[in-house]
């Protein structure tokens, strides 16, 4: 089956960095979307940065745009995501996701079958 391994959350002072991991496993499509997703306390979950798997497309939501990045390591079957500049607004539950049919809404939660458990990263100003 589809794992998903999150790691790398934390606690850091506004204008900090973190760098989130997702290992993945169980794979058995030659090509996935993947995506970090963020839910805060009261909040609906929101999608924060996606690509595929098989391609170097990226797509990133508005309020997370400049500050971070999303990458993969292939050799690795491991997801990162890249937080710089981080605000108190950025606290939240940060979620791992994949699905191999995902072709529209690629920050849309509804479209992804597999999720890890989640990281908690928490910004205090």
């Known amino acids: 089956q589809v794992q998903l391994v999150e790691s790398g959350g934390g606690s850091v002072q506004a204008g900090g960095s973190l760098r989130l991991s997702c290992a993945a496993s169980?794979?058995?499509?030659?090509?996935?979307?993947m995506g970090w997703f963020r839910q805060a306390p009261g909040k609906e979950r929101e999608g924060i940065a996606a690509?595929?798997?098989?391609?170097?497309?990226?797509y990133y939501a508005d309020s997370v745009k400049g500050r971070f990045t999303i990458s993969l390591d292939k050799a690795k079957n491991t997801l990162y995501l890249q937080m710089n500049d981080l605000k108190p607004e950025d606290t939240a539950v940060y979620y791992c996701a994949a699905d191999p049919w995902v072709v529209r809404g690629v920050l849309s939660p509804s479209e992804f079958n597999y999720w890890g458990q989640g990281t908690q990263v928490s910004v205090s100003s």
């Open positions: 169980g794979f058995y499509y030659s090509s996935y979307c």
């Open positions: 690509m595929f798997t098989s391609g170097d497309r990226t």
